[in-house]
Structures are given as C-alpha cells and as structure tokens.
C-alpha cells in the first residue's frame, strides 16, 4: 500500500508535489492506473488512481475519502525535553506517532542538554512515521518552550510529570481514561527541583514509569504506550 499526504486536498483530482511525485515516479516507479492512498493529516483517507505519472507534478484522480480515519477516543500530548544528541529526539517522535501522540511540545529546562531544536526536521519525521503506521491524523509538533510558560499555561484533564521521587505514583496505576492527557518527561538529568514543586502547584502529579532509570526519548515513548494501552 503506497501511501502520500496531500493537506491541500480540496477536490476530485490532485496533483502531488514535486517530492511527492519524485517518490511516486522514480523511486516507487508507479504507472498510470496504479492505485494509492492519501491522507491529509486531518482524518481524510482517500483512494485515488494515478492518471498521469508526471516526475514533478503527478495527476491523481480521487476515488473515495473516509472520514476520521483511526480517530482515537483521547488526545495525547507530551512535552519533552530535547536530547544533547538529536537522533534520540528524532527517534521518540517517530516511534509515539507509530504509536499513537496528538501534540509534542519541546520544552527548555534547567538541565537541558540542547538549548535549541529546530522543528522543520521533526515535522518530516512526523509525516514519514504518519504515513508508514497508516494513520490520518499529523501530530502538532512545537517550537521549543520555556519550562514556566509551559507549566502556566498546559490545560488538561490529566497532567503528569515524569519525576525520580519517592512520591511519585507509577503512571499504569494513576492514568485513567480521559479525553485530554499531558505527560512531561525532563532532560537525562531530571528536572530542577524547584520546577517539580512549579509543576504541583499547577496540578501536575508526580508518576514514575518502572524500576528502570530509562534516557529520556525512551522514557516518551514508554509513556505514551502506557496512556495508549490503557485508553
């Protein structure tokens, strides 16, 4: 199943772009009258036929869409301190958007190994991971946030910090079906103790995710599966 996304779609014919139509014509060396599928990133999953395999403006002609596609009962955000070595950040977004993430946000912490991220790159991953779990939903990916903006204005259902304490709950045993869940995971270093009593006044509630001590881009994804098992 050869998959594209298409966020402009609008009518009954499309035209992929020129590194959509790359792929689609030199790399998967489709035809006329091939059948693929497209998502817009926004529940839309289409079938569509190739009419004209052009290398950079390839014609599609659209013939059906389903709506809301995979469209999940929770919305799932986490905010994640960006790693000292960006493969690491690369790689959690995209094994929680194979898993099942609405919105990441990258946030700037006291004990931050990166002090910027640029997003353009994790975007594509998005995109990439979105179209091979096939899924029809793009996860929001944000610019890096100061930790306190954050934490003033995150409102949720349900919000949970990943914290080393001998106060925190294990997440499997606190996580309850909600629409709306946030979990925080901080930097290698863990989070500043004055930002963990920033997040309880604000209602954040401390959760552990096992025995294990987990790097962070492992910790964000194990989270995530634990929120996505359980709802």
Sequence with gaps: MHIFYTPDINSDTYILSEEESKHCIKVLRLDAGSLLYLVDGKGGFYEALLEDPHPKRTKLKI????????????????????TKNADRI??????????GVDEITLIQTKHSERKNQKT???????ISAMKQS???????????????????????EAKFVAHLSEDAKPLKDVVTIKN??????????????????????????????GNSRLRTETAGVVA???????N
């Design 134 to 156: 096939l899924k029809a939903y793009l996860p929001k990916v944000n610019e890096l946030m100061d930790f306190d903006k954050f934490i003033k204005t995150a409102n949720f």
């Design 180 to 209: 709306e869940i946030l979990l925080m995971i901080g930097p290698e270093g863990d989070f500043a103790q004055d930002e963990i009593l920033l997040a309880q006044k604000y209602d954040f509630q401390l959760v552990t995710l």
């Design 90 to 99: 690369e790689y959690f977004v995209e094994k929680c958007v194979e898993i």
């Design 63 to 82: 013939l059906s869409k389903l709506e809301n596609f995979g469209k999940r009962n929770h919305y799932v955000h986490i905010a994640i301190a960006p």
């Design 120 to 126: 353009e790159r994790l975007e594509k991953i998005a």
């Design 224 to 230: 995530c599966a634990i929120v996505n098992a359980f």
